[in-house]
């Protein structure tokens, strides 16, 4: 069973504008990821936030964790045509074993130009 | 450096026929790894291997099996080929440390039609 579940499924947004997607999980975690997919691509990691960790940057993107809800935020601010793709979050099937990552079935964001 | 690579990139199959999905990493990553992807979801993990010479079962490990060659190359086997394993299947590496797991690397996928 897929373990993160993002919201919303799909987001359409002009360019510019920012963009903000959520995903929520069920167990406890290591750690959390983001990956962007792009159409009929393998993935591309974007980010890593630990369970330490409250908030992340890197670039354009904003990533928060809050563990006592068991929910994350992906941010893409002043959104660009390039970043239309599927996003989704991935977290480990236990809490520190390198076996595997679970992911949820992803936001579809499109941005307009 | 390739990164990950997957061959072939796309198969055709008829119901029974077998077919080995080939992956090598050149990042020296100690895990690797094998999901499939269904349209409008996300990856499902089939197998992993979380250092050369181990090989463990994931969410849906049904009707395939795999081989750590070495610790480059890690392979995927579909013996009997069913209609239900049409997907597209990724490989994936990381290098597990300090107690904790990272970032992974996804190889291009390999678009499988079972007809």
């Known amino acids: 069973s897929q373990q993160g579940e993002e919201d919303p499924q799909a987001l359409s947004i002009q360019e510019g504008e920012n963009a903000t997607m959520n995903c929520s999980y069920k167990?406890?975690?290591?750690?959390l990821q983001w990956y962007r997919q792009n159409s009929g691509r393998g993935l591309v990691h974007l980010i890593l936030i630990r369970s330490n960790e409250r908030e992340k940057h890197s670039g354009r993107l904003r990533v928060t964790l809050d563990t006592s809800k068991k929910s994350s935020s992906l941010l893409i601010t002043a959104s660009r045509a390039a970043d239309t793709a599927s996003y989704f979050c991935?977290?480990?099937?236990?809490?520190?074993?390198?076996?595997?990552?679970?992911f949820g079935k992803g936001t579809h964001l499109i941005i307009q130009p | 450096n390739a990164g990950v690579t997957q061959t072939p990139k796309f198969q055709v199959l008829k119901t029974g026929q077998s077919m080995t999905l080939q992956c090598a990493q050149d990042m020296n990553h100690n895990s690797m790894y094998w999901y499939r992807q269904d349209p409008g979801m996300g990856l499902r993990l089939i197998y992993y291997?979380?250092?050369?010479?181990?090989?463990d079962k994931g969410e849906v490990p049904n009707g395939y099996n795999v081989s750590r060659l070495n610790k480059r190359e890690f392979s995927l086997r579909l013996e009997s080929a069913a209609p239900s394993q049409t997907s597209v299947y990724f490989c994936?590496?990381?290098?597990?440390?300090?107690?904790?797991?990272?970032?992974?690397?996804f190889g291009p996928g390999t678009r499988l039609t079972v007809l």
């Open positions: 991935a977290t480990g099937y236990s809490g520190g074993g390198a076996d595997g990552l679970t």
């Open positions: 994936a590496s990381s290098e597990f440390s300090g107690g904790s797991y990272n970032e992974q690397f």
């Open positions: 291997s979380a250092s050369e010479g181990t090989t």
């Open positions: 167990t406890s975690i290591n750690n």
